[in-house]
């Protein structure tokens, strides 16, 4: 189900915080207008206006809009633009991903606090299995009332959470619930909350899908659970009509998984106007490699595939990679080979974006590297190593991809000796 998915909140009896949580181990919780609720935290002037994060360029994206934004149609993943048009007086604030990153690691421990079963799917939201939580802190709902309460006042922000059988239940729940609130969908009753839904609640479904099941007549969830399964599996795929169907069912036997592994860590820009200077896309795709090596050392990994995006003037992305002998977290060998990957692309034409990703990630403490015949002892590793502590005691502005571009451009020599 996708972030800007809207069901009808409350008021049935049936699903509320005090309807039978028996049977329901699972909770999701859902952070509320997270990172403008962040911003409105740190200046309580904000507080009761509409409040939109997002990049502030003619091709910026809303990140995220207060409630007070929202009801003027303001929504995420919404261009910037549009937004400023729906609500001309919303106070519009850059992304500040190092305090929605903060917070998010506070309002996690609070999770880990009540069970060691939390899943994070982003900054964010949680899966939370308190099956083994009853003896020390009640029922779920009581729960999830003890980490509402928890986060707000301890991190003043506000969260809703769902409590159900299954991940899938409680995550429509926490979306139902919001914003600030809480709803049990009880085990027997299941099936009475899913079928009057429309089908686009379910998982997987997306416009196209959508357009595909209304035009077979389905519209709810109801309407699919009692459709020839044939007939599902002629229009959407054996893999896709077996998922739907046993969503629409109730029927999703995941369990949290605690341990999240990344695949890959990446980054990319949108330039506000398509640029053609291969010197501002090389600073670009310098900037973005030392900010993927930062956090794969942040994150104690290492990338041993470098692979770069492209998308052009006519929206056409195009994508190279090449896999390295040995794996990395250094932002400047990112950089090497992603500028090679560009150089031999030569797209010829101005470019809307550039992104660079690490992939195939291993344990860097796992991960023996070898030094290069000739390379320094201590070289661009160490470099960035001592920009990250710069980072985290005075901030990431502080250090400028710029200077090291003009270090190895100037003085090849010494840069090689001392970076």
Known sequence: ??????????????????????????????????????????????????????????????????????????????????????????????????????????????????????????????????????????????????????????????????????????????????????????????????????????????ERSADTLRRLGLTTVGDLAQAPYGMLRQALGDAAARHLHDLAWGRDPRRVTPEHVEKSIGAEVTFDVDVADPEEIRHALLGLAEKVGARLRRAGQVGRTVALKVRLEDFRTVSRSRTLDVPTDVGREMFDTAWALYTALDPGEPIRLVGVRAEGLSAARETPRQLALGAPE????????????????????????ASLLRVREQRPDENQRRP
């Open 1 to 206: 189900m996708g972030r800007s998915q809207s069901l009808p909140r409350g008021g049935d009896p049936r699903f509320g915080p005090d309807a039978d949580d028996s049977g329901c181990p699972m909770l999701h919780v859902d952070m509320d207008a997270f990172f403008a609720s962040v911003e409105v935290r740190r200046r309580p002037e904000l507080r009761g206006r509409p409040v939109v994060v997002g990049g502030i360029g003619p091709r910026g994206v809303v990140s995220s809009a207060s409630y007070e934004a929202r009801r003027y149609g303001v929504r995420s993943a919404m261009p910037t633009m549009r937004a400023r048009a729906l609500c001309p007086q919303a106070v519009l604030l850059p992304p500040d991903f190092t305090a929605y990153s903060a917070a998010s690691r506070a309002v996690m421990q609070i999770f880990r606090d009540v069970t060691p079963l939390v899943e994070p799917l982003s900054l964010d939201e949680a899966f939370l299995d308190v099956a083994g939580a009853r003896r020390l802190f009640g029922p779920p709902s009581a729960i999830a009332r003890l980490i509402r309460e928890r986060v707000a006042t301890e991190q003043s922000l506000t969260c809703s959470v769902g409590v159900a059988s299954s991940k899938f239940v409680a995550k429509l729940g926490s979306t139902r619930a919001k914003p600030d609130g809480l709803l049990v969908v009880p085990a027997a009753r299941v099936l009475d909350f899913l079928h009057p839904l429309p089908v686009s609640a379910l998982w997987g479904v997306g």
């Open 378 to 401: 201590r070289g661009w590793r160490e470099a960035e190593a001592a920009a990250d502590a710069a980072a985290a005691r005075f901030g990431r502005s502080v250090i400028g991809p």
